[in-house]
């Protein structure tokens, strides 16, 4: 499935070919090695040749984006190349946050006072955080090589869209949907009523009536704000329990005979049960769905743009497996009928 591509003395690129194809060439000295990663041969005597048309396919990710090659043969669409590009977002947000806090710090060591930077910044129109950013720029400097290596005629982007409102809640309507699940209640409130007044962890058996928001999976660990990753704990457990995850605290307190620590482990189970999973990645989908088709678009070739769900029956009625770069292949209309 993994071809090879080819370009000819020219450099102009020509239909990719099946790698023992390419180790012929190679073995007669009719071609050369052009690059390794994606592995590119350039022919030495020839110029020019017939192509058939080949559409890229995108199925853009939060951390992983499908790309696929698609030649359009007469015999029918068939992948000649394929791959999963993975991001680097949630590396360059660590990496911003950290500088963030050293220039913080930094700012209160150092003067006694000075203004923040960014209340006299401006952001273009179309700005999106560099962790976003980045998504794009991969997505487009891929595209824009794979360009170079194979004759793309066109470019089939898939544009999902998650509504993280209904993901949460699935019976919102009306002014509710509107307005949010939170509208007419203050969070802290919300979250004291929800726990009963008591900690949720040990049940009040700690004594301490200081009662403060929790993350159960810690923000510096890569939890959310959302109202399913908070509850209400005494200081104590608060204290207690860290920065660490919930199943390493468990764990520590499965190993514990104290009574308290008993209590937590049982109490846990209550606390896993109304933990939901981060939509983080959904929100980073949808603040680049269209921004990443814009960017492909600078390509120079006709560009369509097709839901998810078309995607992810073209796959299902073909049997194909779950996978990043089997989606790419299979957005479209053209997708219900691929080979691979």
């Known amino acids: ?130 962790s976003l950013q980045s998504r794009m720029d991969n997505a487009q400097a891929w595209a824009r090589r794979l360009q170079r290596l194979c004759p793309l005629t066109s470019v089939a982007v898939e544009t999902v869209r998650f509504d993280t409102q209904l993901i949460e809640n699935p019976n919102l309507q009306g002014t509710d949907y509107q307005r949010g699940t939170l509208a007419d209640w203050e969070l802290r409130e919300y979250l004291l009523y929800r726990h009963g007044h008591t900690c949720a962890y040990c049940g009040g058996l700690a004594n301490d009536p200081v009662l403060e928001r929790e993350h159960v999976v810690p923000r510096s660990r890569g939890g959310s704000n959302r109202v399913a990753n908070q509850v209400i704990a005494c200081r104590t457990c608060n204290e207690a329990k860290g920065n660490a995850l919930p199943e390493q605290w468990l764990a520590q307190l499965r190993a514990s005979h104290r009574k308290i620590d008993t209590t937590r482990a049982r109490n846990m189970e209550k606390v896993f049960a109304g933990l939901r999973p981060s939509l983080r990645d959904a929100a980073a989908v949808n603040a680049t769905r269209y921004a990443t088709g814009r960017a492909l678009q600078t390509l120079g070739l006709p560009t369509t743009f097709w839901s998810g769900g078309r995607t992810k029956k073209n796959r299902s009625d073909q049997g194909y497996a779950k996978d990043h770069w089997i989606d790419a292949a299979c957005v479209g209309e053209a997708g219900s009928a691929v080979r691979i």
């Open 1 to 130: 499935m993994q071809r090879v591509f080819v370009l000819d003395n020219q450099k102009q690129p020509l239909m990719p070919c099946h790698p023992a194809r390419a180790r012929q060439l190679l073995d007669r000295g009719k071609a050369a090695v052009f690059r390794r990663v994606p592995f590119t041969l350039i022919l030495k005597e020839r110029t020019g040749g017939d192509v058939q048309p080949v559409e890229a396919r995108v199925d853009p990710g939060s951390r992983t984006t499908g790309l696929a090659l698609v030649a359009r043969y007469p015999r029918g669409d068939q992948v000649v190349w394929a791959a999963n590009l993975s991001h680097r977002g949630q590396t360059i947000k660590k990496n911003l946050d950290s500088r963030r806090a050293i220039r913080r710090g930094r700012r209160g060591r150092k003067t006694r006072y000075r203004a923040p930077r960014f209340l006299n910044r401006t952001r273009p129109a179309g700005w999106l955080p560099p």
